[in-house]
């Protein structure tokens, strides 16, 4: 699950670092009948602003009120929505860094001592992460020792737990 919104890899044109952060602020600028709205980020070494295009050219009446509504405000939730979405994210030729950005629940660790689990990770947010780092912190396991379990088939699932994952998955661990 999230904590806060990831930051922005893209370089800063002032002083060349590749870190933005963005704090849920807009802008919108109104010509004649066409609407351009931005999502405002800040560069974490300078503070420079730099602005995301969000919408360019839209006819007012074509943009839905509650999305107006949401960018006038200054919406959070709307600013991660519109970070997660791939067609922002590549017209404006960024990605996104969710380290330190998330967190895991596990509900507990009663279910640790049993031989046979089976487990269901949901995510609440698409959130790209390794599967092996999320059973090892939420097992209580190393990431080698979690990765020797697989090598050894105590470890499966139906989806490859290499590599990065954002979509729901499950496992069953024997131990």
């Known amino acids: 699950m999230p904590t806060c919104l990831p930051l922005v890899l893209r370089r800063c044109h002032t002083c ?3 870190h933005f952060r963005a704090n849920g602020k807009f802008r919108v600028n109104a010509h004649h009948k066409l609407l351009d ?8 070494a300078c503070g420079e602003t730099a602005k ?4 360019e050219r839209m006819n007012v009446r074509s943009v ?7 960018l006038h405000d200054n919406d959070p939730g709307l600013a991660a929505e519109l970070l997660q979405d791939p067609l922002v994210r590549r017209r404006n030729r960024i990605a996104l860094d969710w380290d330190n950005a998330w967190r895991l629940d596990t509900g507990g660790s ?4 049993r031989e046979v689990i089976d487990v269901s ?14 059973i090892a912190e939420g097992c209580g396991l190393s990431r080698s020792e979690a990765e020797r379990l697989i090598t050894e088939g105590k470890l499966v699932s139906a ?12 496992f069953r661990l024997k131990r």
Do not use: K, M, N
């Open 16 to 18: 060349a670092s590749e």
């Open 37 to 44: 709205a931005w999502l405002l980020v800040l560069c974490t």
């Open 52 to 55: 995301l295009t969000v919408l």
């Open 64 to 70: 839905r009120p509650e999305l107006l509504d949401r």
């Open 110 to 113: 009663d279910h640790l001592d």
């Open 121 to 134: 990770v949901r995510f609440a947010a698409r959130i790209p992460v390794r599967p092996v780092r999320l």
């Open 159 to 170: 989806v490859r737990l290499s590599g990065r994952l954002s979509g729901d998955f499950t």
